[in-house]
């Protein structure tokens, strides 16, 4: 058996060419949730009792929805 190198160079270049997207899907994404998760934050360490139930839930529901209507074909 033998490598063919040639298709293994032009997938790694497609390949390559695809991570400034997903680094730029990634940043985004930060920095869309990063001032909504430090609200959240602060609030919960400052006591406020809506958004510390509201927060509380997020973490309780969240992990709750996902395993409950993930889909069973991608496991």
Known sequence: MELDFDFMEKTFGLLWTG???????TIVSLLLASPIAFYFALNRIKGNPVV???????????????????DSSAL
């Open 52 to 70: 510390s139930l509201i927060s509380r839930g997020y973490v309780v529901l969240c992990p709750w929805y996902s395993y409950c209507f993930a």
């Open 19 to 25: 991570v400034p997207v997903t680094m730029e899907i």
